[in-house]
């Protein structure tokens, strides 16, 4: 029960949020808190759509990934979000 809530609001904010805001703190510099936040569930939709084509596109993707399971989305996810971040991190620093 606790597991399934969990995973639940993980995959809710992993998938409509987190790689949609740390992308629009990447590419949109000036915007207000609200436009970042409404932007980057539009910008996280994008993304899931592009993992789903990647690992689901055709026949050969599907042998490469494993196909779309629950694990290979969190899982590439994760890695977009966390790759996402280190391109923020170093552009964010580089400027200062």
Same mark, same amino acid.
């Given at each position: 029960?606790?597991?399934?809530? *969990?995973?639940?609001? %993980? !995959?809710? /904010?992993? $998938? &409509?949020?987190?790689? $949609?805001?740390?992308?629009? &703190? #990447?590419?949109?510099?000036? %915007?207000?808190?609200?436009?970042?936040? /409404?932007?980057?569930? $539009?910008?996280?939709? /994008? #993304?899931? %759509?592009? #993992? !789903? &084509? @990647? =690992? $689901? &596109?055709?026949? *050969?993707?599907?042998?490469?990934? !494993? !196909?779309? *399971?629950? =694990?290979?989305?969190?899982?590439?996810? +994760?890695?977009?979000?966390?790759? =996402?971040?280190? #391109?923020?991190? @170093?552009?964010? +620093?580089?400027?200062?």
């Amino acid at each position: 029960m606790i597991l399934e809530i *969990t995973q639940a609001i %993980i !995959g809710l /904010a992993l $998938g &409509l949020f987190i790689p $949609g805001y740390i992308l629009s &703190l #990447i590419i949109l510099k000036k %915007i207000s808190k609200l436009e970042r936040v /409404a932007v980057s569930f $539009g910008l996280s939709i /994008a #993304i899931d %759509i592009l #993992i !789903g &084509l @990647f =690992l $689901g &596109l055709n026949e *050969t993707m599907r042998s490469l990934t !494993g !196909g779309i *399971t629950t =694990l290979n989305v969190y899982l590439y996810l +994760t890695v977009v979000s966390i790759v =996402l971040g280190i #391109i923020y991190f @170093f552009t964010s +620093t580089r400027k200062t």
